[in-house]
């Protein structure tokens, strides 16, 4: 007599925290996902959606908290590039892992109100020369017009530079793309606790333009994180950056934290930053 046996992998079900940014995604229904990428701190799933953002990364708290990030007090699975994967119903079918999400975050809080004098010394602090390592497209002449063009409030010539910065550089993340997250959430966050209208309307003519054809142009994982930068929505690094500017935490700290992210990312974000907070105070208007 032959007996055959069927061993099933066991379910390890845990619980996450993840950001608000991805809420939408992970309470419709179920979705197929692959796995785009496999760090020792954190796994990109791809999901097939129309939504944005379509790549979530589940990661550990030894990882930088994206603003598309599921956060869990656990091991990651053991996985590989390509395997399959689930997402939806507030749950991540990853592997043996059935992850719940009970808990959310806001990857972009309020700054407050911040006077103009916190703008210019902020201003002032960000122009300086850019210590090691430097900005991945440092000297480059779109980067320069990007700056001067969103100075004058100048939008065929922002929108002119932002197109050119879309997925430029190597890299999950290009450095063009780290510019102009930078850029768009300092616009968008600073500008309004600024009240500076104008900093706001320019952040959404440049977010409609980066977005618009950014999963043909840049990396999945780089066009998911432009789609948040587009809503303001960023890490926490960058969060006390914006922070440091309107006063609420040391500023230099900040920076230096920022500044150490990847290889060249938190350089690249420091100077979407500086960009975005020079625009910001030339767009508020005189005192």
């Known amino acids: 007599m032959t007996v055959s046996t069927h061993v099933r992998r066991a379910r390890i079900h845990v619980t996450g925290a993840a950001s608000t940014?991805?809420?939408p995604l992970l309470e419709s229904p179920r979705r197929p996902a692959r796995?785009?990428?496999?760090?020792?701190?954190?796994i990109y799933l791809e999901v097939r959606t129309d939504l944005e953002p379509s790549v979530i990364a589940v990661i550990t708290g030894a990882a930088t908290r994206l603003p598309n990030?599921?956060?869990?007090?656990a091991q990651l699975p053991h996985v590989t590039l390509g395997d399959d994967a689930s997402v939806g119903e507030r749950v991540?079918?990853?592997?043996?892992?059935?992850?719940?999400?009970?808990?959310?975050?806001?990857p972009a809080p309020p700054l407050g109100r911040i006077d103009r004098a916190r703008l210019e010394y902020a201003a002032t602090r960000l122009s300086r020369p850019p210590e090691p390592p430097l900005p991945g497209l440092a000297g480059n002449g779109a980067v320069e017009s990007l700056a001067d063009s969103c100075a004058k409030g100048w939008l065929l010539g922002a929108v002119t530079a932002a197109e050119q910065l879309v997925g430029l550089g190597p890299g999950l993340t290009p450095s063009g793309d780290d510019v102009l997250a930078g850029l768009l959430v300092?616009?968008?966050?600073?500008g309004a606790a600024a009240g500076?209208?104008?900093a706001v309307w320019l952040a959404d003519w440049l977010a409609a333009t980066v977005t618009f054809d950014a999963r043909t142009r840049t990396t999945p994982i780089s066009a998911t994180l432009l789609h948040c930068a587009a809503r303001g929505e960023a890490s926490p690094e960058v969060t006390a950056v914006l922070r440091g500017i309107a006063g609420g935490q040391p500023l230099e700290p900040a920076l230096r934290d920022l500044h150490r992210l990847g290889h060249t990312s938190g350089a690249d974000l420091t100077q979407g930053i500086a960009i975005g907070t020079s625009a910001v105070l030339?767009?508020?208007g005189p005192r």
């Open 282 to 284: 030339a767009l508020s």
């Open 21 to 23: 940014a991805v809420r």
């Open 35 to 42: 796995v785009l990428a496999v760090f020792p701190a954190g």
């Open 92 to 106: 991540i079918e990853l592997g043996p892992l059935s992850l719940s999400v009970r808990r959310w975050w806001d």
């Open 186 to 190: 300092t616009l968008r966050r600073l």
């Open 196 to 198: 500076a209208e104008r």
């Open 69 to 73: 990030s599921v956060l869990l007090a």
